[in-house]
Nanobody, 125 residues
């Protein structure tokens, strides 16, 4: 977890936007697929978005499709652009490194080994 640092969270009104950033401690992390997950109070950590090692493929949880965009640069950073935010998006958002190479999905928690500390996103109605 200490190898990833999320930032960019905060308080925003419904309909607003935020961009979350995930900074990796080593450039080599950019050779792995990355994922964004979120966890609301009293709920399990759930998949939000994933991106392949080269950014060529992305995957989204149904509730964020069309509103969130995951991207990455060729350095050490992965981003989650969030727009049209809703109160139900309120959660702690986590960046993670996908440890299982290949596979058919980005959404499995058990496929990720390294996690950031999380950044709080709060959306008011």
């Amino acid at each position: 977890q200490v190898q990833l640092v999320e930032s960019g969270g905060g308080l925003v009104q419904a309909g607003g936007s935020l961009r979350l950033s995930c900074a990796a401690s080593e450039y080599t992390f950019m050779r792995y697929a990355m994922g964004w997950f979120r966890q609301a109070p009293g709920k399990e950590r759930q998949f939000v978005a994933g991106i392949s090692w080269n950014g060529g493929m992305t995957s989204y949880e149904d509730s964020v499709k069309g509103r969130f965009t995951v991207s990455r640069n060729n350095a050490k950073n992965v981003y989650l652009q969030m727009s049209s935010l809703k109160p139900e998006d309120t959660a702690v958002y986590y960046c993670a490194v996908k440890s299982r190479i290949g596979g058919s999905t980005y959404s499995r928690l058990e496929d990720y080994d390294s996690w950031g500390q999380g950044t709080q996103v709060t959306v008011s109605s």
